[in-house]
Structure formats: structure tokens, C-alpha cells
């Protein structure tokens, strides 16, 4: 009987470990991000109208399609109202270049590398991650190696809106010096499904910089859950809007042409944008992720200037 009791009481225990899961990665994390300070949305809209210094340009590394499922949550009122089915989507994998005329390059994820399809088990992607990212029907259009070598100059930083694969997948390009930055819990906060990623992203992440956080304060209007100033000039800012991941940012960058947001995977698809429906099964919190959503539409709809960018599509 006592043994039974013993097994039963350390499955019970895997069980329960299992069902808390565990931390997306293991990489180590740096003491303080060394851009990035404390700021609020009066502050950002202050200024968000005003041309900025900042050069970017979206590339569309890759060609891929996915469940619309994942992209789209298909439960929601209006996708079902509007008849929506699971499909094949087609998307695009993008990075976003930076050029900071004091700071340096940037970009804000990362692409796909070539040498992660060409050997995807050695980047840590195993069988069973290949299947389900279904990385044959991924196809480079130009790989983060390419697009760092049209880089003039040196690239000073990558900024992540979050740690999901599709987002490191140039990480095999990235130089092992140059600093990475993340929203504050998106490496650490436990989540079952992360069993499945962990190793994959840990490999990807593998003698590479520390994760650098951006730990938020509350946004004191209260438009956001909280707001960066990244270079504490006013030319960029990050945006706390968690929900697809527990650390999701978006970033609004003062461009030469004017504002331009990009929301990150808080909102993937056009139909999302337009219709206001979070992504789907990729998702952690919806209802957190859906309500920085509607923040982040009511902001473009207070400042029609802004240039929206999503997460996966135009
Ligand atoms: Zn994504």
C-alpha cells in the first residue's frame, strides 16, 4: 500500500509540474537593460505627430502559411458572426531595420536564417517542431544574414517583441556581442506549453548576449499598461502590451516619414486589425492581449498619422 501511495503521490507530482510547466528559456538575464527609461503616453503623444531622426524599413524575410487558427482567435463574436473557418493563411515573417543616427542599427526581430532551414534539428528545431511549424511551406525571401549585410555598419542591438520561434529564427545570423532586449517575464514566466519550446529557443539563444528586460511602470494616464522611452530622446518608444506572450511589446518609432507602429504578434492579421479580434491558439492571455489591442487601435485612431505594421501581414 505504502508504495503505491509513493508512486501515486510522484506521479501526481510530475503531473502537477507538467500542468505548471515551466520557464520559455533558460538563457541567462541581465541585471539592467542599458536603453530604456521610465516614460508615460502623454509623454509619447506629445511628440508622436513630429517627424522623428529614425530610418526604418520592414523586410519580409520569409513567405509562410499557417493555421488561421493561431493567427486569429476564430471563437471570437465577430469571427464567427463573419463565417470564418480554419484555413491556410498565407503571412510573411518580417524584421524591422533601425537606423539611429546617434545610437546605431538596430533591428526589432530577427527574420529567418538560412542555416536554420537548412539544418533545423542542429538549431534545436526537432522533429516534432518542424512538423508543427511546417517549415516546408516556409520560404526565404531574404535571410537576416543578407539583410545584416546591406546594414551599413555595425548592428548595436536586437530589440524582441517577443521570444516566439518565428521571431528568433535569425538568431543563428546574430553575432554572439550583440545585446538582445525583451519585455519584462517574456524568458521567465511559466507556461505548459513552453515544454514543447524550450529547448528549441535555449539552443536558438545558445552563446549569445544576456536577455536585457524592460521592466514597465504603469503608463500614469493609464492608455497603457506601461510605456519606454528607449533612447530617452523621444524617437522611440516600447510598449508594454502583453497577452500573446507575457511579455509582448509593440514600438512606436518617430520616423523621417512619421510615426509608425508596430504591434508585434498582439495582433497578426489584417482581419484582426480591422475587425479587433486577438490572435488564436498561439495565444496565453486573450483577454489581457485583447484589451492592449483595442489600446493600441484607440492610440492610431488618436493619431491617424500613425502608420500601422502587424505582427505576420499588410
Ligand atoms: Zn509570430
Redesign the pocket.
Known amino acids: 500500500m505504502k508504495t503505491n501511495h509513493t508512486v501515486f503521490t510522484m506521479l501526481a507530482c510530475t503531473l502537477l509540474l507538467a500542468l505548471q510547466g515551466c520557464s520559455l528559456s533558460s538563457h541567462t538575464l541581465a541585471q539592467q537593460p542599458a536603453l530604456g527609461q521610465p516614460s508615460g503616453s502623454a509623454e509619447m503623444e506629445q511628440m508622436i505627430d513630429q517627424a522623428g531622426p529614425v530610418e526604418l524599413e520592414t523586410i519580409n524575410s520569409a513567405d509562410w502559411s499557417v493555421s488561421l487558427a493561431g493567427l486569429l482567435n476564430l471563437d471570437s463574436a465577430a469571427a464567427t458572426q463573419a463565417g470564418l473557418e480554419d484555413r491556410d493563411e498565407p503571412i510573411q ?1 518580417y524584421a524591422h531595420l533601425l537606423k539611429h543616427p546617434r545610437y546605431g542599427n538596430f533591428i526589432i526581430d530577427t527574420g529567418v536564417s538560412q542555416k536554420l532551414l537548412d539544418d533545423p534539428g542542429k538549431h534545436g528545431l526537432n522533429w516534432i517542431i518542424q512538423q508543427a511549424m511546417h517549415l516546408e511551406k516556409l520560404h526565404i525571401r531574404k535571410s537576416t544574414d543578407e539583410m545584416l549585410q546591406e546594414l551599413n555598419g555595425k548592428l548595436s542591438g536586437v530589440f524582441f517583441t ?1 521570444l ?1 520561434l ?2 528568433i529564427a535569425g538568431m543563428p545570423d546574430i553575432a554572439a556581442d550583440v545585446p538582445l532586449y525583451i519585455g519584462a517575464t517574456e524568458s521567465s514566466a511559466s507556461h505548459f506549453k513552453n515544454l514543447f519550446v524550450r529547448g528549441a529557443t535555449d539552443q536558438l539563444l545558445k552563446g549569445k548576449q544576456p536577455l536585457q528586460e524592460w521592466h514597465f511602470q504603469p503608463d500614469p494616464q493609464g492608455n497603457f499598461e506601461g510605456i519606454i522611452d528607449l533612447f530617452g530622446d523621444g524617437s522611440a518608444f516600447v510598449i508594454s502590451v502583453p497577452g500573446h506572450s507575457p511579455g509582448s511589446v509593440a514600438f512606436l518609432i518617430r520616423t523621417t516619414r512619421g510615426p509608425v507602429l508596430m504591434t508585434g ?1 498582439a495582433c ?1 492579421t489584417r482581419w484582426g486589425w480591422e475587425h479587433t479580434v486577438e490572435p488564436g491558439d ?1 495565444t496565453a492571455d486573450h483577454e489581457r492581449n485583447l484589451k492592449n489591442l483595442k489600446s493600441m487601435k484607440e492610440l492610431v485612431a488618436r493619431h491617424p498619422a500613425i502608420e500601422v505594421r502587424l ?2 501581414q499588410h
Request: glycine residues 10%; hydrophobic residues 30%; aromatic residues 10%.
Open positions: 515573417i517577443h516566439h518565428d521571431h504578434d497578426i498561439f505582427g505576420h
